[in-house]
């Protein structure tokens, strides 16, 4: 079945750095990737939706500059988290979006983000 | 914001038992899906139920969704102390996005 790879599955950064976590579809073309952020015990809150070849579209209150993210071909999204801070502390999953014959939604494993 | 409310919040059963989750939203959908998430990691897609239909079944998983109260209900028969996890709902509108409900964590204890 559809997989989608992410990495890092936990990455441990200072304030004031960037750190990049990478999506890849396998075994499948994500025309569009979506990148989800997740609080403890909490929903998960759609952050961004990215087509590939195109700008991301972001959800209100998501800053744009603050959350880079790159969608260059079908198989590879990342999200660079930049000028990281504590309070960017979190569990980032991505989606790829599959309208192939498997059609839906495969998430990555997750990253959790602990900014020091 | 279109993110739906599951309830309860947390369930707490004994092996064997069954287990009912709701989910309400406040948009029209295309489909409701259902996720289990287990602690610190990703999402794993369980059942998706269209707009037009009523109830669906896979294996242990019965899944109904009233359009005229825009709501869904998952239950899972004989639980299994694999079962404990995060179960959300997550509607799905024209626009091919995702929007998950808080959450309920089951708890099945042996």
């Known amino acids: 079945g559809a997989v989608v790879s992410q990495h890092p599955s936990r990455v441990i950064c200072k304030s004031g750095t960037s750190v990049k976590i990478e999506c890849r579809s396998l075994?499948?073309?994500?025309?569009?990737m979506f990148w989800y952020r997740q609080f403890p015990k909490k929903s998960l809150m759609l952050m961004a939706t990215s087509n590939e070849g195109s700008k991301a579209t972001y959800e209100q209150g998501v800053e744009k500059d603050k959350f880079l993210i790159n969608h260059a071909s079908l198989t590879l999204s990342t999200l660079t988290v930049t000028s990281a801070h504590p309070e960017d502390s979190s569990f980032y999953i991505c989606?790829?979006?599959?309208?192939?014959?498997?059609?839906?939604?495969?998430f990555g494993s997750g990253t959790r983000l602990t900014v020091v | 914001s279109q993110q739906g409310e599951e309830d309860p919040q947390a369930l707490s059963i004994q092996e064997g038992e069954n287990a009912t989750m709701n989910c309400s939203y406040k948009t029209s959908i295309n489909n409701l899906q259902w996720y289990r998430q287990n602690s610190g990691r990703g999402l794993v897609h369980l059942i998706l139920?269209?707009?037009?239909?009523r109830e669906k079944h896979s294996g242990r998983l019965r899944v109904t969704l009233d359009t005229s109260k825009k709501s869904s209900s998952l239950l899972i028969t004989a639980s299994r102390a694999a079962d404990t996890a995060s179960y959300f709902c997550?509607?799905?509108?024209?626009?091919?996005?995702?929007?998950f409900g808080t959450g309920t964590r089951l708890t099945v204890i042996p």
């Open positions: 989606s790829g979006f599959d309208r192939g014959p498997s059609y839906g939604y495969t």
């Open positions: 997550a509607t799905e509108t024209g626009a091919n996005n995702l929007f």
């Open positions: 139920i269209r707009s037009n239909e």
């Open positions: 075994d499948f073309q994500a025309t569009t």
